[in-house]
């Protein structure tokens, strides 16, 4: 976890949240996300057979439906080497292109910290 040290304590709320999620629902990826105003909003994938969305899409689903209208960052806790394009897009139409997406593996070491582009 030495890379996550760098981070500002924001960011590594978000992954501690999204990696206690994981964890604790014991799903696929968890995800967390931050709004403008700063609240936090945590999720796991969702694999229902009518429905399936990755943790960050859920994440995200949950902040616009909590009434945010902006995310300051994400981040998503997966076995995964590279974001998904529908969770960059997730993350795009609500926080913009600029906003932050920290991918971070199960352990909590962070691989990547891209813009939503």
């Known amino acids: ?5 760098e981070l500002d304590p924001e960011d590594k709320k978000i992954i501690t949240l999204a990696r206690s999620v994981r964890a604790r629902n014991g799903v696929a990826e968890g995800a967390a996300v931050r709004d403008e105003t700063g609240r936090t909003y945590t999720a796991g994938s969702v694999a229902l057979e009518s429905l ?16 945010a209208k902006g995310l300051e960052a994400a981040a998503v806790v997966t076995e995964a080497d590279t974001p998904a394009e529908a969770d ?5 139409d609500l926080g913009g292109a600029g906003t932050p997406l920290l991918l971070a593996g199960p352990d909590g ?3 990547s910290r891209t813009g939503a582009r």
């Open 1 to 5: 976890m030495s890379e996550i040290t």
């Open 52 to 67: 399936r969305l990755s943790a960050l899409q859920t994440a995200v689903a949950m902040a616009v439906a909590s009434g």
């Open 88 to 92: 960059l897009a997730a993350v795009r």
């Open 109 to 111: 070491t962070l691989r």
